[in-house]
């Protein structure tokens, strides 16, 4: 099975294959909107599916992701991605969902300044998207204590 860091591409490769078939010859107007709408749902249950990896690898404690190989490098990489995804609204709305909430919330009190800010730029997007997640119970109870020097993720 392929590492959970480098699926970030299988999304795009289904939609290339989808460009290729719908340009391979006459296909009608219904098959073109069938094959459009199942590439949709497919990529969408993609998303959700490498959403829910990274919140399972971000909510995996610092030593045992650095005892796996995995660096402050690939940690802002998994928050740059997790941003692409959530500037969708439906993506956006399901980060709670998928698990992916409380660990963004927990790396804005990070030690690295690099990881603190992907995770403040994934949380910008959440506000900017209108969604609600402060009013999720996690979200006043994970920033208890956010000014104090304890409690580094």
């Known amino acids: 099975m392929e590492p959970l860091l480098h699926r970030r591409d299988a999304a795009f490769s289904l939609h290339q294959l989808m460009e290729n078939w719908v340009n391979c010859g006459a296909r009608s107007d219904e098959e ?3 094959l459009a709408e199942a590439v949709e749902r497919h990529m969408m249950v993609d998303v959700v599916s490498r959403m829910r990896e990274i919140a399972l690898l971000m909510s995996t404690p610092l030593s045992v992701l650095e005892a796996q190989g995995i660096t402050t ?3 802002e990489g998994l928050l740059a991605e ?7 609204i439906d993506m956006a709305n399901d980060l709670h969902s998928v698990g992916g909430l409380v660990p963004v919330i927990k790396y804005l009190r990070n030690s690295n300044a690099r990881i603190r800010a992907r995770a403040a730029d994934v949380e910008g997007c959440l506000s900017l998207q209108g969604t609600r997640h402060w009013e999720v119970g996690v979200y006043s109870q994970t920033m208890i204590g956010f000014g104090s020097s304890s409690g580094h993720v």
């Open 32 to 34: 073109r909107r069938w």
């Open 73 to 75: 490098d690939d940690i």
């Open 82 to 88: 997790l941003q692409v995804h959530v500037e969708s």
